[in-house]
């Protein structure tokens, strides 16, 4: 069984530049979610998708945005970065059903740097 | 979202019992309490769930208050790989629930395993 892989696994961006974040969810999953994580702090919701389609969204303005794939791979794009962006970005993926928590199976995450 | 609270660090000797508590006299009657780690340089994993009755699994044992104002994850054996922030989250399963979606993270317990 593979894991979540995310890439890459570390980025370097200038302010106003944009970025593409990639996600591999675990085989038979249906659900992504993505987080960030500030250094020093825990993980915040930044959103989930659920077959496609956006599931849920945390306290994130709009240039934060994405996309799950028919495969259940991910991508989190972020427009006009700002210096406050660097972060430890996390990909989740699990196994949704109609009710009930998820157990949530995390990637490595990919260490953005914002200049 | 009913929230939690925690210890921010916590020393253990190797090989000794510790006991992580949490805090959370605003829960639910439909709340689970959920625990995820994260160990140095990866994404959290999760550890152990219950609702009212103690569980065990081959990771911990989670212990949770009579009035499920409180519970405590329990190691029962520390190892310098247990040395990790460990997490105490509340989730609704209620269908449309949001916290159903996402993994609300507060700042954790930091846990150090001295060996």
């Known amino acids: 069984e593979t894991g979540v892989t995310q890439s890459p696994t570390h980025l370097i961006k200038t302010r106003g530049q944009q970025v593409t974040l990639r996600c591999s969810s675990q085989?038979?999953?249906?659900?992504v979610s993505w987080y960030q994580q500030a250094l020093g702090q825990g993980p915040q919701f930044i959103f989930q998708y659920y077959r496609e389609e956006e599931n849920g969204r945390g306290n994130f303005p709009p240039r934060f945005s994405g996309l799950q794939f028919p495969n259940y791979s991910s991508e989190l794009n972020v427009n006009a970065l700002e210096l406050d962006d660097s972060a430890l970005y996390l990909c989740a993926s699990s196994w949704q059903g109609l009710a009930g928590t998820d157990t949530q199976y995390f990637g490595p995450g990919t260490r953005l740097t914002v200049l | 979202d009913a929230k939690t609270t925690q210890p921010n660090s916590m020393e253990s000797n190797e090989e000794e019992p510790v006991h992580l508590p949490c805090n959370h006299s605003?829960?639910?009657?439909?709340?689970?309490i959920h625990w995820y780690r994260q160990l140095p340089s990866q994404g959290p994993e999760y550890v152990i769930h219950?609702?009212?009755s103690n569980v065990n699994n081959r990771m911990a044992s989670l212990a949770i208050a009579e009035d499920r104002k409180s519970s405590t994850l329990i190691l029962h054996r520390a190892t310098l790989r247990d040395a990790a922030v460990y997490y105490c989250?509340?989730?609704?399963?209620?269908?449309?629930?949001?916290?159903?979606?996402?993994?609300?993270f507060g700042s954790g317990t930091q846990l150090t395993v001295l060996p």
């Open positions: 989250i509340l989730r609704d399963p209620t269908p449309g629930s949001g916290s159903a979606r996402q993994l609300t």
């Open positions: 085989s038979g999953h249906n659900t």
């Open positions: 219950g609702l009212t």
């Open positions: 605003t829960i639910s009657g439909t709340d689970y």
